[in-house]
């Protein structure tokens, strides 16, 4: 939940930056529209879709991950790795 809510936290920030360009597409943008959001008890963001048969997040939360995994920190070679350039 905290890593979920880190990343849709990200993705508001870049939106509100106008740093996030969306693409036109209409089930995105549905769902994108459709999130629904509470905190829970212990003070979390939970973000989640309507409750509705039909309705879904897969497309927002595919962003928020993509976008957040952007963002990383990239993870430098290892010892190992660099020697093996070297030769």
Not at 16 to 35: A, R, S, T, V, Y
Not at 73 to 80: G, I
Request: hydrophobic share 35%.
């Amino acid at each position: 939940l905290e890593n979920k809510e880190l990343m849709y936290r990200n993705l508001k920030m870049l939106m509100e930056n106008g740093k996030l360009k969306i693409p036109n597409h209409p089930k995105l943008i549905q769902q994108l529209c459709d999130l629904q959001y509470e905190y829970t008890s212990s003070g979390h963001l939970k973000i989640h879709h309507p409750e509705d048969p039909h309705a879904h997040d897969d497309f927002p939360t595919a962003l928020a991950l993509s976008v957040f995994a952007l963002a990383a920190p990239k993870p430098s070679p290892s010892p190992v790795a660099l020697a093996k350039r070297r030769l």
